[in-house]
């Protein structure tokens, strides 16, 4: 799996992720103070999207598995925390709960039958699964089809935060997304992460050191689909909505972009893609379908001539892994 | 009305009909990923696209140059292999030394663009293309009505099918292929140009799903976003079948088509989702699909 090799390899020279913490001071700084300049319904959406590129991110950067499918986490725990919300009347820490803990399972299910097969594979398998799950929904009776769960109520967080304050939710949000953030970070610098970038270098090496490689991969991946559902519950709770968009495959493709865009396997590249892409959405947005052109040219450009991204080309330039 | 199981034989047979065209088109388009697959090490996201860009050359060539079905037959598959002989010479071929997944990547950022670009301009509802006057009409079985068409669409994509495995597995040149697929810098080495050979068969695959689309065109409406959705369920087909074997291939296109076709009239439900669920129940029992080899 050489796919990120050269944005991890090139600046590995200092082991002291000092410049990391220097770095995530100025992410933190840049999501407190900037609800208070932008529109704040558009910087949560960019933070779902954030937490979901960078679970996204912890299989292709971290492991080297490239998913196709990821917008069934997204989606379905969408769906499950609206149903709760809404039809079971459950407070919202009790809906992102449940919708979370469904994207865990799907999660299990999927990457025990998806890390049965490798590389170009494994990404159609997760691919041709998600499009299942979009189906179920599709028809399901309590997803509404086309409608989707709409008004879905925020309700008022542990009793405590009222949640249809838009500021109260912001600040639930960035909670969630740097809780997100920094389990991922944990992980990768864990010796569990040691062993994932094993199995992303090497995969016989690995086993042949006695690492069940199956295992560390499932749990990645089951990890990877938890946190995307968290993103996934937390985005119907601000929107107030769960639609079959979130479900479908384009919404797999758009994580994917993000990712590419801020940089493969860089800890701080998917927050910086998921901020790029949902900005351009917005501006785009009048402009229908040109979206998914413009969304095609990244995609290409990218692949062809900006393989380390954003965060990746700028961490080459400073001389250290961002 | 005769009956089978309680159930009208006339609406089953018609399913299996169905079943059958959406199993060509589902053998056809699997073959081709199988040959790009095979020679290039890159999975073409952009095969759906393809698809409809073949259904698409026919509609224009009926539109623009007064030029029937037959001809777009001949001539679609031919101007959308060029094209896709153009991609694999500028953007692809700078590929082959990276991982593959970049491929998929790329040929998915194609499939977007060139997709949206035909939303753009024909919106997400279908163009009519009417069946060739020599095709209209059909027989009647005594069990089923056949329409003549769709019969010539089944006999033909199995002529293409079974043409394309002739070509692979018993000819000179189709032995080059394969040697190519298993060492291409031995082949190299024995004089023969392989990244001609590569770019002529990326050309071929695409060439292939134009064909698809040619076909399917008087069947399903010509429309932007026909192959979108068609390609994730090829791609569950290459994973059921394995891409290892040419036959192997053909034989799953067309059985997963005939047993879609089944669930349709049986459980309508879930239609959509059988092939999926077979997939699934394939990597449990056999990962590496039915004719395939871990590899």
Redesign the interface.
Do not use: E, S
């Given at each position: 799996?050489?796919?990120v090799k050269d944005s991890a390899e090139a600046p590995a020279l200092p082991l002291t992720p000092q410049h990391q913490y220097v770095a995530f001071a100025i992410m933190v700084l840049f999501f407190v103070a900037a609800p208070f300049f932008v529109y704040p319904l558009f910087l949560m959406k960019a933070l779902c999207f954030a937490l979901f590129a960078c679970a996204f991110n912890l299989l292709i950067g971290y492991v080297g598995l490239?998913s196709?499918g990821h917008a069934a986490y997204l989606g379905s725990a969408g769906y499950l925390t609206a149903h709760a919300a809404k039809v079971w009347g459950w407070p919202p820490e009790l809906a992102i709960v449940t919708g979370t803990a469904t994207a865990a399972l799907l999660g299990l299910i999927i990457g025990a039958?998806?890390i049965?097969?490798q590389?170009?594979?494994f990404?159609?398998?997760t691919?041709?699964?998600a499009?299942?799950i979009y189906?179920?929904c599709?028809?399901a009776p309590f997803t509404h089809g086309e409608d989707g769960i709409q008004a879905v109520p925020r309700g008022v967080l542990l009793g405590v935060l009222d949640l249809r304050s838009t500021i109260t939710m912001y600040f639930v949000v960035l909670a969630v997304f740097l809780g997100g953030f920094l389990l991922i970070y944990r992980t990768i610098h864990s010796p569990f992460g040691q062993v994932l970038k094993a199995i992303r270098e090497n995969e016989p090496r690995a086993v042949s050191l006695g690492y069940t490689a199956d295992h560390y991969k499932l749990l990645a991946f089951v990890l990877s689909a938890t946190l995307s559902g968290l993103a996934g519950s937390t985005k119907a709770l601000v929107f107030q909505l769960a639609s079959l968009t979130d479900v479908h495959?384009s919404m797999s493709?758009e994580v994917?972009l993000m990712t590419?865009l801020g940089g493969l396997g860089t800890v701080f590249g998917p927050v910086v893609g998921a901020v790029i892409v949902v900005s351009l959405e917005n501006y785009l947005a009048q402009l229908?379908?040109?979206?998914?052109?413009v969304?095609?040219?990244?995609?290409?450009f990218?692949?062809?001539t900006f393989?380390r991204g954003v965060v990746g080309e700028l961490g080459r330039f400073i001389g250290r892994s961002l | 009305m005769s009956t089978v199981f309680g159930v009208p034989t006339q609406a089953l047979f018609g399913q299996l009909l169905i079943g059958l065209i959406n199993g060509s088109f589902y053998a056809i388009l699997s073959l081709g990923l199988s040959v790009i697959f095979g020679l290039l090490n890159i999975i073409n996201f952009a095969h759906g696209a393809q698809y409809m860009l073949g259904a698409f050359a026919a509609y224009f060539l009926l539109q623009w140059a007064g030029l029937g079905y037959w001809w777009a037959l001949l001539l679609a598959p031919i101007v959308i292999g060029l094209f896709g002989i153009g991609l694999e010479r500028t953007m692809l071929k700078r590929l082959y030394e990276l991982d593959h997944l970049y491929g998929l990547l790329l040929t998915f950022g194609l499939a977007l663009i060139i997709q949206g670009l035909f939303r753009n301009e024909f919106g997400s509802s279908g163009l009519p293309y009417s069946i060739p006057s020599q095709l209209t009409g059909g027989l009647n079985l005594g069990f089923m009505f056949l329409p003549n068409y769709r019969a010539w669409v089944i006999v033909f994509s199995l002529f293409v099918c079974l043409g394309t495995w002739y070509v692979i597995e018993r000819t000179k040149l189709g032995s080059y292929l394969r040697a190519a697929t298993e060492n291409p810098v031995l082949v190299q080495a024995f004089g023969i140009n392989v990244p001609r050979m590569i770019t002529l068969t990326y050309g071929f695959g695409v060439g292939l799903a134009a064909l698809a689309g040619v076909l399917a065109a008087p069947i399903y409406q010509v429309s932007p976003l026909m192959g979108a959705d068609m390609i994730i369920v090829v791609f569950a087909v290459v994973v059921i079948g394995g891409m290892g074997s040419i036959m192997g291939s053909i034989v799953t296109g067309f059985a997963l088509g005939i047993i879609e076709g089944l669930t349709k009239f049986f459980y309508p439900e879930a239609s959509n989702t059988v092939i999926f669920v077979i997939m699934a129940l394939v990597l449990l029992i056999k990962p590496a699909g039915l004719f395939g080899r871990e590899r």
């Open positions: 799996m050489a796919l490239l196709f039958l998806a049965r097969r590389g170009i594979y990404a159609m398998i691919l041709a699964l499009q299942m189906f179920f599709l028809q495959w493709g994917v590419l229908g379908a040109w979206v998914t052109v969304q095609g040219i990244i995609f290409v990218c692949v062809l393989r | -």
